[in-house]
RNA sequence: GGUCUCAUGGCCGAGCGGCUAGGCACCGGUCUGCAAAACCGUCUACAUCAGUUCGAAUCUGAUUGAGACCUCCA
């Protein structure tokens, strides 16, 4: 399996290749993902980039990489100065809710942990928040200033991006030239404390009305938007680490500037692998409030969106992800997740049919390849619409040795399930939920299908039908299977 | 307006020079008292027009269409 941890390409958004893994320090792994902006609670899309990152960190963990993965937690709003307009997200969700800053932070951070364990993503190992590292932010801008690449102004603090460029290359990462910069943001005004208009802020003055205010060197104000990844993932991760991932929205201007202050501060940039995850779309739309095609995490597992019609649970939705590739727009629509959702049902029932497989002297198949191509799947990028297609060969490889078309021996069973059970719970982070598991129902409905049973037996159509059409009108759905019958 | 992506069968989505994923739906079959379910099988698509090549969904150019970013954004 170690050999396997070679043999790892990820798509690096810096080169637009995808590039061999050679992590910085053998065997560790070093990542750090942009986390929420906590003003509000996350919708689905953003549950999507974070799911992404989940099967990354865990295939990584899949491959023995001892992975440090820190996500952060952005509670301080951010603050940025370049359309003219001071907006702190979260002191105007504040005002607009009437309570203090820390309140509404504290609100939706609650309700973003809940969400982490229902859509059963792994914890970070260490989730900062920002409000925890204004020194470390006022640290590395001084650092910043020394090193010449940032002015102060009238209490506030910028970037020199016209400094920075005569030794560093500002736009690397999102390919975009300060001279067309420039042609585009001429026209906007309000630029009154910046040198040139590309400069971006790192610490603003405070304004009377602002909620959370720290005290600098260069006075009383809030942090700008971008320091506050390069204060926590330098602190925790070095100057120098793995992977930066986040949403493709990040790239520009947010990871960008994250790299400009990096390579002005510590003269590096942060990450060797920037990975960049992509949008949901939902009825062929970005989500959007005004196009009505919005909702939350909870409301569609729960069914209380008016966007679709019924609920679907969070391993379907899940499943439904992990049909894309992660650097692709993904559409959610009923039709797709209705099929997600079947698809689903298929495969675990083939997983747990699995267990109890009837073994032979040979295998009708090449276990090993089987297996082989799972990993083989994730290591091009992570491909887990690859990666499942492989499971559901699999699939129809158990269906066929379950109806006595195919043969396994019991050596090839045992990594067949134990790698199933790997891939499908342990990387794509997909619960196993057993059927039948209600534990006060589950007697009756015993004793309900015996004397239906029965009634079928002595040919009493009209007694078996009437249980069974009582039973769909409760919502428990009968299938009359080979050995017996079975519910749901 | 600028920068950049993408256009795949009924739907969702992989693939990115030859071997033409996968899921769902459809159709056919097995099973079944009937039904449902389940399982098996079938189903050859790559926006348009040119070009490169022995060979293109995959490369190049043009056209049309969709989207993202440039302002807060996952």
């Known amino acids: 399996m170690s050999a396997r941890i070679n043999e790892l390409f990820i798509y690096n958004s810096l080169s637009g290749q995808k590039e061999k893994f050679e992590p910085i320090h053998p065997n560790r792994v070093g990542m750090y993902v ?118 102060v102004v009238n209490g506030s603090v910028y970037f020199d991006v016209k400094a920075y460029s ?41 304004n009377p009305e602002d909620m959370q205010i720290w005290r600098s060197p260069w006075g009383d104000g809030n942090p700008g938007w971008h320091i506050e990844c390069t204060a926590m993932s330098t602190k925790y991760l070095g100057s120098h680490f793995d992977i930066h991932g986040g949403g493709l929205d990040l790239k520009f201007p947010h990871h960008e500037d994250e790299i400009a202050q990096n390579c002005g501060s510590l003269g590096c940039n942060p990450a060797k692998y920037w990975m960049h995850a992509n949008m949901l779309n939902v009825n062929g739309q970005k989500m959007s409030k005004s196009l009505g095609n919005y909702f939350l995490p909870k409301e569609i597992v729960e069914g209380t969106t008016d966007v679709f019609e019924k609920s679907y649970t969070p391993n379907v939705l899940r499943f439904s992800m992990m049909q894309a590739h992660y650097r692709s727009t993904l559409d959610f629509t009923a039709d797709s997740l209705n099929a997600a959702e079947k698809g689903f049902t298929r495969l675990t029932e083939a997983i747990e049919k699995m267990e109890t497989l009837k073994t032979s002297e040979t295998s009708s198949v090449n276990v090993n390849e089987i297996i082989e191509s799972f990993y083989k799947a994730m290591n091009d990028d992570f491909n887990a619409p690859i990666l499942l297609s492989k499971i559901f060969d699999a699939v129809k490889y158990i269906n066929n040795i379950n109806d006595g078309n195919a043969t396994i021996s019991k050596e090839d069973l045992e990594v067949l399930i134990f790698e199933i059970n790997s891939f499908v719970g342990d990387v794509l982070g997909l619960k196993l939920e057993k059927t039948n598991s209600d534990s006060k129902l589950a007697p009756v409905m015993d004793l309900v299908l015996d004397i239906r049973k029965s009634a079928r037996e002595n040919k009493d159509w009209t007694t078996s039908d009437k249980i069974r059409d009582g039973l769909a009108a409760a919502g428990i759905v009968v299938k009359d299977g080979k050995e017996g019958s079975t519910w749901n």
């Open 34 to 151: 942009c986390g929420p902006t906590l003003y509000s609670e996350p919708h689905m899309g953003n549950m999507r980039t974070f799911i992404n990152f989940d099967l990354i960190y865990r295939f990584l963990l899949k491959l023995g990489f001892q992975v440090k993965y820190v996500r952060n937690i952005t509670d301080a709003g951010h603050i940025t100065n370049s359309a003219g307009d001071d907006v702190d997200s979260i002191g105007k969700a504040a005002r607009l809710e009437q309570v203090q800053s820390l309140e509404i932070v504290y609100k939706y951070n609650v309700k973003f942990q809940e969400l982490q364990r229902i859509y059963n993503m792994l914890p970070p190992n260490i989730e900062p928040t920002a409000t925890g590292h204004i020194q470390e932010q006022i640290e590395i801008i001084e650092q910043i200033i020394e090193n010449g690449y940032a002015y």
């Open 166 to 206: 005569s030794k560093f290359e500002y736009g690397i990462l999102s390919g975009r030239k300060v001279d067309e910069l420039a042609e585009e943001t001429r026209t906007l005004n309000a630029q009154d404390e910046k040198r040139f208009f590309a400069d971006f802020a790192l610490w603003k003055k405070s």
